[in-house]
């Protein structure tokens, strides 16, 4: 990808931030209705654009390469992990932060900045590759992650807040997840589509990237910029997202002889922002929810500056 694609790309997704944060300030949007954009994102569009995008690219055989090649972001998670524990030692991250310390360190806003990201740069045709980052990332946010949160609290009563065994199992099998594994279904067994379900199917999908920009938009205008704060342990974890975790997968591919669009797909998710659901999570534990969303918030706006230099980066890759 030249410079010029690039900053193209880019130029697009900040208009499209852009307008959900100038249309939010404006007071267009009624209360609620960034959580109904989310439910129509993950819920609805996402699965379907999931479904039509691997009938589209996939082949079996493609299929069945691409499976080995979950190995490389799982190695890197567990790498980033280890790294994260250390670095929260080091900077002495008090009780109540730690465990949002460490999973916002290694996990990524996969949806609602990687997704329209990946698309915007490399197009549809690299939606199988980030399927490999996200069922990574998903994996280890809600099994992991998760519990590091859930067993740090404040006043540092652990284990009082606890996940049921439903709720992780909803969360380890999202409507996207599960979107992707009936379309294996229709793949593998050659199960035919009607034409008027495929192509309504894609209009749908196709709502994916302008609303997830349109969400981050909106998220950035109720964050509050004012309010955004730079300490040793928001530090700490925007270095592990921008820095850390996409260098550790850089030096783990770089040696393999892999696609470089897979290359380049899994290092860009792999710099994406914090997770949009960390604040919930440190909620529901008792933990420091402030802590929490000041690194969504900051997070979410620093990847803006951070895409033009990781793409130019990427043509190394």
Same mark, same amino acid.
């Given at each position: 990808m030249n410079i010029w694609t690039s900053i193209s790309s880019?130029?697009?997704?900040?208009?499209?931030?852009?307008?959900?944060?100038?249309?939010?300030?404006?007071?267009?949007?009624?209360?609620?209705?960034?959580?109904?954009?989310?439910?129509?994102?993950?819920?609805?569009?996402?699965?379907?654009?999931?479904?039509?995008?691997?009938l589209k690219f996939f082949t079996k055989e493609k299929l069945i390469d691409l499976s080995g090649s979950l190995i490389w972001p799982l190695c890197g998670v567990i790498i980033s992990y280890i790294i994260a524990f250390l670095f929260s030692k080091m900077l002495r991250t008090r009780q109540g932060r730690i465990g949002t310390f460490r999973a916002s360190f290694v996990n990524a806003n996969a949806i609602f900045i990687?997704?329209?990201?990946?698309?915007?740069?490399?197009?549809?045709?690299?939606?199988?590759?980030?399927?490999?980052?996200y069922i990574i990332n998903t994996v280890s946010l809600w099994s992991l992650g998760a519990f590091l949160i859930?067993?740090?609290?404040?006043?540092?009563?652990?284990?009082?807040?606890?996940?049921?065994?439903?709720?992780?199992?909803?969360k380890l099998l999202p409507p996207p997840l599960l979107g992707f594994i009936i379309s294996i279904v229709f793949l593998w067994f050659?199960?035919?589509?009607?034409?008027?379900?495929?192509?309504?199917?894609?209009?749908?999908?196709n709502l994916v990237t302008p609303l997830s920009l349109i969400f981050i938009g909106i998220v950035?205008?109720?964050?509050?910029?004012?309010?955004?704060?730079?300490?040793?342990?928001?530090?700490? +974890?925007?270095?592990?997202?921008?820095?850390?975790?996409?260098?550790?997968?850089?030096?783990?591919?770089?040696?393999?002889p892999l696609s470089s669009?897979?290359?380049?797909?899994?290092? +860009?998710?792999?710099?994406?922002?914090?997770?949009?659901?960390t604040p919930m999570l440190a909620a529901e534990a008792g933990g420091d929810v402030d802590f929490a969303t000041n690194t969504v918030a900051t997070s979410t706006i620093l990847f803006m500056f951070v895409v033009p230099i990781l793409m130019q980066l990427l043509q190394f890759v």
């Amino acid at each position: 990808m030249n410079i010029w694609t690039s900053i193209s790309s880019v130029i697009i997704i900040l208009l499209l931030i852009s307008l959900g944060f100038v249309l939010n300030e404006k007071g267009w949007f009624v209360e609620g209705f960034k959580g109904s954009i989310s439910n129509l994102i993950t819920k609805i569009a996402l699965p379907c654009s999931i479904f039509v995008s691997v009938l589209k690219f996939f082949t079996k055989e493609k299929l069945i390469d691409l499976s080995g090649s979950l190995i490389w972001p799982l190695c890197g998670v567990i790498i980033s992990y280890i790294i994260a524990f250390l670095f929260s030692k080091m900077l002495r991250t008090r009780q109540g932060r730690i465990g949002t310390f460490r999973a916002s360190f290694v996990n990524a806003n996969a949806i609602f900045i990687g997704l329209p990201l990946n698309i915007a740069l490399f197009g549809e045709k690299s939606l199988p590759y980030f399927l490999v980052y996200y069922i990574i990332n998903t994996v280890s946010l809600w099994s992991l992650g998760a519990f590091l949160i859930a067993k740090d609290s404040i006043g540092g009563d652990h284990g009082t807040q606890k996940i049921a065994f439903k709720q992780l199992l909803s969360k380890l099998l999202p409507p996207p997840l599960l979107g992707f594994i009936i379309s294996i279904v229709f793949l593998w067994f050659e199960i035919p589509v009607p034409e008027f379900a495929s192509s309504a199917l894609t209009y749908v999908g196709n709502l994916v990237t302008p609303l997830s920009l349109i969400f981050i938009g909106i998220v950035l205008n109720e964050s509050g910029l004012k309010s955004i704060r730079f300490d040793k342990d928001t530090i700490g +974890v925007l270095l592990g997202r921008f820095v850390i975790s996409p260098l550790v997968l850089f030096l783990l591919l770089l040696p393999i002889p892999l696609s470089s669009l897979l290359k380049q797909t899994l290092i +860009v998710q792999s710099a994406t922002a914090t997770p949009t659901v960390t604040p919930m999570l440190a909620a529901e534990a008792g933990g420091d929810v402030d802590f929490a969303t000041n690194t969504v918030a900051t997070s979410t706006i620093l990847f803006m500056f951070v895409v033009p230099i990781l793409m130019q980066l990427l043509q190394f890759v």
